[in-house]
């Protein structure tokens, strides 16, 4: 049972370009919307989080757009350097004991110099 | 310097062999958590532990066992291991329930 999708699985942008990564989810309980970002070898970091009762959430060149009807996020990195290239995984707080995260299956993203 | 430790970072096993797999975190924090990573599968949730206690379990095999030996530590027992045990676990920790996540950098298991 997958409840968190993401897409596409892999994106390529050229430097400077916006990048677009979408997630999408089933459960209506999610109220606590994080992004992480995974360098090769390394554990997930938190890169910029929302709540439900947002729908847009800013912070440098990393922007998250929700639409709570259709239970659709975006995260925007606008002016994409190649040091954005990673994977970013879109992930959401799961309520009940321990508040566990569930989380997508990630996007791999490539920016070209 | 490094706030969650794992240790080993990399892990080759025999199958049918035990491991532990080491968890220190030194942010001060409350609850720490359990997560692996297999090959095209989203980070799945193990464990979770608060002020030392088994909050919430959600591996299915007996063959994972977390221990808490100290209110910073949260290593992971697996016995009887097998292929399919495979991944990268990673250990996690927040200050509350409603904190944000910090991960380590994980541990990378490959059973022969």
């Known amino acids: 049972q997958q409840q968190v999708r993401q897409s596409p699985q892999s994106l390529t942008v050229w430097e400077g370009e916006t990048a677009i990564l979408n997630c999408s989810y089933e459960?209506?309980?999610?109220?606590?919307f994080p992004w992480y970002q995974q360098f090769p070898g390394e554990g997930p970091a938190l890169l910029i989080s929302?709540?439900?009762?947002?729908d847009k959430k800013e912070d440098g060149r990393f922007t998250i757009f929700f639409n709570k009807r259709e239970k659709k996020l975006s995260l925007h990195i606008t002016d994409s350097q190649p040091g954005d290239s990673a994977t970013y995984f879109c992930?959401?707080?799961?309520?009940?004991?321990?508040?566990?995260?569930?989380f997508g299956t990630g996007t791999l993203l490539s920016v070209k110099p | 310097d490094p706030k969650i430790i794992q240790k080993p970072k990399y892990l080759v096993a025999v199958t049918g062999s035990e491991k532990i797999l080491i968890c220190e975190q030194y942010?001060?924090?409350?609850?720490m958590y359990w997560y692996r990573q297999s090959a095209k599968k989203p980070l799945e949730f193990m464990f979770s532990?608060?002020?030392?206690?088994?909050?919430d379990n959600q591996t299915a095999s007996s063959r994972f066992q977390p221990q808490s030996s100290k209110k910073n530590h949260l290593d992971l027992q697996i016995t009887a291991l097998k292929p399919d045990d495979s991944a990268t676990y990673f250990c996690?920790?927040?200050?509350?329930?409603?904190?944000?996540?910090?991960f380590g950098s994980g541990t990378r298991l490959l059973v022969i």
């Open positions: 996690a920790s927040r200050r509350t329930a409603n904190s944000d996540y910090t």
């Open positions: 459960d209506s309980t999610f109220n606590y």
């Open positions: 929302i709540s439900s009762v947002s």
């Open positions: 992930a959401m707080n799961y309520g009940g004991s321990g508040n566990k995260l569930i």
């Open positions: 942010l001060g924090h409350n609850a």
């Open positions: 532990y608060s002020y030392q206690k088994l909050m």
